[in-house]
């Protein structure tokens, strides 16, 4: 989470005084702005520090605006959100404000601690606080958490009604406009020519909905304007030097300074829309600029949903160019933006925790530390941000996408139902660069909260993280990892140093209840070089989890680190299965020489003694402690029925079949995964044709099944009372049927 510094004044009155320690308050009514900058660390600086600091994001709160004047001598609620969950804070309260402790929830406890400073604690942590309060005399009262400030305007009974009156005059008038310039709006639909359509609904509706932008001023005129529903950029161009200047609609900072962050808010009162940006292949530099929106800019019915395509962003504010995270939980949870055929340089993408994104054509965002658009070389002003902190990511079929990070993790989904949902035929690379945890745990990929990843049909992704962070991690129990039909994800981690086993560690993490499912003919490939002695195990998972490779998929994965302790896959629960069967290569494998001479290193390695390997029709190569050769020790054809049960490292057999006694025997005294390495390998199916049958009891083949397979093989008819029982014994010894 991020801090933000901003300063403006509300009718509501909102004041957020710059401080790198304490959050924005966020506003849905009319503001005016006051000057906001602040001066940052120079890019040196800031990479000087990264050994010795990191930067935290600290909650941000604010205060809910209501939607009716507040009366003196009436108790209302002050509603307060947190951009985090917290269990605790402090909240100032001034002279005539009291706390209705009578009606207060059994769960929340507010506890005076001097003056007029109260303590804030819940039971359990939480994002919103609702808290009773009463003010007996009209005025102004100014309430704080931290340095995050509101004013509290009370009124008395006989201006509350002059105020009803005003209402409802202007709520007929308004009802008279509508009802005069009532139009149908345009829908957008998102596909593979998602840009030409938008344009055909948009000009086809009515042309006013369509406006040419050439500047900032032109742009945030049509961004506020609800009757435009397709902004057309024609012009590159820049925020200016003071970004509300001759403005309305929105409030905000006055100043842009180079490597600082300001903020611009759309303040216009329900204005939120389908809104389609189109670049034309335009480039827009933000400078430090990022556009976000107070809760009035919201219509509920039709909330905030921006499409930006075929264009070219320039930035470096750390929340990104345009961001919903001053929105209330409701209106940022409904609010969606579709990136299509978009360049991104400079620093973060998004950082809107409750929202949804969405992804297709070709999206790049790469972030650098200072970056030279068409207009100016720019400092950003935070390199440790990842490119995206939202709640779910959905990249449609065919998409290309590529991410990389400066000193942090990539992509961040934080909250309840966090998804990575990947369509068919993509191509996605996502880079973490530096040596810093900055966000997303420091991965190229986390899901905070019980979330799941899907990769569609023949896609491809690649993922290059830090030297000592994952490229994987699923902390949230009961996640899922699932890969469908010839899928390929391909992890390159060099330079491991670390031996430490948790969300941040190892290559891949997940929590207790979580599955891994690789999809037919599909593929999940490790590399890990240059890991020196590090014990961190290359897959840990931190509980009982479910394994399953499908036919003619593929789990390999290869580790160079010379410590004894680590393993390829480990599960701390002995409730863990790893089952596959017609795999078309399972390879787990140490390509250096272990240390030491203990013989308790393991490549798998399950807690308790019930963990099970579940392997079925597969031969298998064994390759015995310091073997780096390409021939193994023990090699078994076929494999059939194999079921191992764990306790550590150990390996207990308890079925296995083949073709003879002999081979079962030989696999009993001899198999173990406490090796260099094991290879399980596809055995081809059988292919059979049968020639056609007939009724003509003069042919043969009325009486005779006759037809084609491959030698060797023995071939079971079974379905009909005509067929006669057979006579060859199964090659699985371990069956009896004939």
């Not at 003196?72 to 001034?94: D, I, M, R, T, Y």
Request: net charge negative.
């Amino acid at each position: 989470m991020k801090i933000k510094k901003a300063l403006v004044l509300a009718s509501t009155s909102l004041l957020c005084f710059p401080s790198l320690f304490f959050p924005v308050i966020s506003m849905s009514i009319p503001v005016s702005a006051l000057e906001n900058s602040v001066e940052l660390p120079k890019e040196s600086q800031l990479i000087d520090s990264l050994g010795s600091t990191t930067e935290t994001k600290a909650p941000i709160f604010s205060f809910e605006e209501s939607q009716e004047p507040h009366m003196a001598g009436k108790q209302f609620e002050l509603v307060v959100h947190a951009s985090q969950e917290v269990s605790e804070f402090l909240l100032n309260l001034p002279e005539g404000v009291s706390i209705v402790e009578d009606k207060q929830s059994a769960d929340i406890k507010f506890t005076n601690i001097e003056g007029n400073q109260w303590q804030v604690l819940v039971n359990s942590p939480q994002m919103a606080f609702s808290i009773p309060l009463i003010i007996e005399e009209e005025g102004e009262y100014e309430v704080a958490i931290g340095e995050s400030k509101t004013t509290l305007y009370i009124h008395a009974e006989e201006s509350q009604q002059r105020t009803e009156q005003e209402v409802t005059s202007e709520e007929k008038e308004a009802e008279k406009t509508e009802e005069t310039n009532d139009e149908p709006s345009s829908t957008t639909e998102t596909s593979e020519n998602h840009s030409e359509q938008v344009m055909e609904n948009a000009r086809s509706t009515k042309e006013t909905g369509v406006q040419d932008v050439a500047n900032w001023q032109e742009f945030i005129r049509a961004f506020v304007d609800p009757t435009v529903n397709y902004i057309n950029v024609i012009a590159d161009f820049e925020t200016p030097d003071n970004p509300v200047s001759g403005l309305t609609g929105v409030t905000g900072a006055t100043s842009n300074p180079n490597g600082g962050t300001v903020f611009v808010y759309v303040n216009a009162s329900q204005v939120s829309r389908k809104l389609v940006i189109e670049g034309n292949g335009h480039q827009i530099d933000f400078r430090a600029v990022s556009l976000g929106f107070h809760n009035s800019s919201v219509n509920s019915n039709n909330p905030w949903d921006i499409t930006l395509q075929n264009i070219e962003i320039y930035h470096g504010n750390w929340y990104g160019p345009i961001m919903y995270i001053d929105l209330n939980t409701q209106n940022q949870t409904a609010a969606r933006i579709h990136y299509h055929n978009v360049k991104n340089v400079g620093n973060q993408l998004l950082h809107s925790v409750l929202s949804s994104v969405t992804m297709s054509g070709n999206v790049s965002s790469n972030q650098v530390a200072t970056y030279t658009s068409k207009f100016r070389t720019w400092n950003i002003n935070n390199i440790a941000q990842a490119n995206l902190e939202i709640n779910q990511l959905d990249i449609l079929d065919d998409a290309k996408i590529n991410l990389s990070s400066i000193n942090s993790g990539n992509i961040d989904l934080l909250n309840a139902n966090g998804r990575l949902t990947v369509g068919d035929n993509v191509e996605m690379t996502v880079a973490v660069n530096g040596n810093g945890t900055g966000e997303a745990l420091g991965s190229n990929i986390a899901v905070r909260s019980s979330g799941n990843v899907t990769i569609g049909n023949n896609s491809k992704i690649e993922l290059l993280p830090q030297n000592n962070y994952p490229a994987i991690t699923l902390p949230g129990a009961n996640s899922r990892f699932e890969m469908k039909e010839n899928s390929h994800v391909n992890i390159s981690s060099s330079g491991r140093t670390v031996s430490t086993n948790n969300s941040s560690s190892n290559i891949v993490f997940m929590a207790g209840g979580s599955t891994m499912h690789i999809g037919k003919q599909s593929s999940f490939e490790i590399d890990a070089v240059n890991q020196g002695t590090s014990a961190s195990n290359v897959i840990h998972v931190a509980g009982a989890a479910t394994f399953i490779v499908d036919k003619e998929g593929t789990l390999d994965i290869k580790s160079d680190s010379t410590a004894a302790a680590q393993s390829i896959l480990a599960f701390t629960n002995a409730n863990s299965t790893f089952s596959f069967s017609d795999a078309k290569m399972i390879n787990l494998q140490r390509t250096n020489t272990i240390s030491g001479t203990a013989t308790t290193n393991g490549l798998i390695n399950i807690s308790g003694s019930a963990g099970l390997l579940d392997v079925d029709v597969q031969s298998v190569r064994q390759w015995q402690r310091g073997n780096l050769g390409e021939e193994p020790d023990f090699s078994w054809n076929p494999i059939f029925n194999l079921k191992i049960n764990y306790a550590g490292t150990l390996p207990t057999i308890n079925t296995v079949s083949s073709v003879s006694q002999d081979v079962v025997d030989n696999f009993r005294n001899n198999f173990t995964t406490r090796a260099q390495r094991v290879l399980f390998e596809y055995i081809p199916d059988v292919e059979v044709t049968i020639d056609p049958l007939t009724e003509d009891p003069n042919e043969v083949n009325s009486h005779t099944i006759t037809g084609k397979a491959n030698p060797n093989s023995v071939i079971r008819f079974s379905g009909d009372p005509a067929i006669p029982s057979g006579s060859i014994p199964s090659p699985d010894i371990s069956e009896s049927e004939k």
